[in-house]
């Protein structure tokens, strides 16, 4: 049995390697190399997969799931600048491959061992991820 | 190749157990406990895996389809009152999980044996439930 | 200039008349009539008319007029059976369009009266209410 | 990793079989066999399963996955009479699970090998298909 | 007080005049020329401005409202060629602007003079259309 | 008669006065104030209020109302940070009310005066705004 909590946070950021010249990264990142950063709205949804609690008939409180998604990604995430202000995009590229990793690992973390976790992230209505640790 | 028709239903609900103190109730399902229900816009997916079938191009007529989870699913729960006017419901709290595990029990049991059965549930645009009997 | 925030709110109602029989109300308000109720997740969007402060380039702060809808709306009607634990249905019949005539009334009491107020209230992803006060 | 772009196209269509009666067709086809046609708006996802590049944080280039969905899928089926314009269904039925096909076939011969492919297909809001080669 | 219901038809069409040579359809209506027709999912919200009946507290009745565009809208055009099956667009393009025209005159003619009617149509999820008959 | 073309751009903003404090800037703007800056997707639909063109059943070409709208706002405000790059706002607080008021100026310059011009922009999908000049 699957169950999921959906989210939003808005952030800003800039794909570029500091190791690369402006013209590769303009060439591989295009407009998303801009120096002064552009952003979006992201939506995430956090899939966990478990057995159904016979006592309460939830896979898990999606209350509970709510309070650790606000605390692990929300509170950390938005209204930020992820390259300036986010040291999980220190030295990783914040492409929403590496965002949806980020957020997995965080709530991966914090999540009984007994749960599958899987996240869907839109970092545009055109531009959707999906991963599941594997 | 899978093959999904999508509908709604609108009920009330309320998450209780007979068997625990009120205070019980309320710490574990808040105010979805309210004695006098509240209620959601159900929405479902009802996705079917299979074969072609190469004289039609369909793997199942989505108009049959439409139809068996008319009879199995709206016309029984639709404008309903889940505690009070389903039987399913009669010793089973109807989160959605136990909802969606009802649905897939009534459908699976109309449905040809050739055919694998997966439904997701939306009960708010946030929280999102998928079971596929496993 | 005109500013919305939208919110969402689930609850129970029953559309009935006390004082018509059973066939009556079953042929005016159908399975609407449902004797132990039934429900919906409601949305709804609130519209301010008014003048952009210069100052802050606001119309109104959003994250204010949030708190003013959660306070008169949402923590009113959410979770809750409209015809039982809503005084403002006592006597009202909880048709949507009477739903967003008590909302319009709640919300106008408590902003300031330089702004407009216009209501948009989704029952069901097909069913649709608006309401400005003329 | 799984990565997504999400594309429209818009197309005419009749669901019917030359060997086949009028009568049986439309037994089978029901309004689907109006020999003028009739039309959807599709909305296609397109998912690739692969590897995050450590050097670019990109599963695939989605500005590149974007141009070829438009050559190999949008510029052939949008604004098209599938039966009558598109050589892909002379002798195949359009219906959605056969486009889906059709759809994955084309994206697979211009695709990676190291890349997984899974389709998405809404032909209405309602009727929606998914198929991954298997 | 206003009230819409939402409904969906999908039609084919063709946009181009047969007083002009096909270089001058071309440059006009481009590929929406296509001589072999291509079509959409039209989404249709009917709005009726009306004063609340204090006795039922609706405006109308939706279900009433619903079965009159069933047979004044859906079951004149959905699955329909608009150029070929519909004589309302023997001698009128089939733009949008031109179907939303067609349907405020059908549904005008079979509404209560009381009631203001405004149409809102969605051609694809980019191009929209309004028509309040002014 | 209303016609509407739906559009997407993604930028960063950060909302303060350079007059205020670091305090008083984060009393009215929060998060918003984030000094790196964050994101959001907007939204933006324009529409058009005129008169049906009799020859081509247009109000007007959306195919040309589409590149009016890449001319002067998507290309000018998509992947831009509002307060660096875009001399609009060197003196405006690139709150969403004054970005609709900015958008709405641009469109305006180029749009025949026989058109009536009204733009609704969504920041994220609870917070939304409408203006028309007036």
Chains 1, 2, 3, 4, 5, 6 share one sequence.
Not at 77 to 99: Q, S
Not at 108 to 117: H, S, T, Y
Request: proline share 3%; aromatic share 12%.
């Amino acid at each position: 049995m699957k169950v999921c909590r959906r989210v939003n946070f808005n952030a800003a950021h800039r794909l570029f390697r500091k190791d690369w010249s402006d013209d590769k990264n303009n060439a591989v990142f295009g407009k998303c190399n801009n120096p002064n950063y552009h952003g979006h709205n992201y939506v995430l949804e956090v899939w966990i997969d478990g057995e159904i609690d016979p006592e309460t008939g939830y896979v898990i409180d999606l209350k509970i799931l709510k309070e650790i998604i606000l605390t692990d990604i929300v509170e950390r995430f938005d209204h930020r600048n992820l390259n300036l202000d986010c040291p999980e995009f220190e030295n990783l590229i914040p492409t929403a491959e590496n965002i949806i990793l980020v957020c997995w690992n965080l709530l991966r973390a914090n999540l009984d061992e007994k749960f599958q976790l899987r996240l869907k992230l839109w970092e545009t209505e055109n531009n959707i991820f999906e991963y599941d640790g594997k």
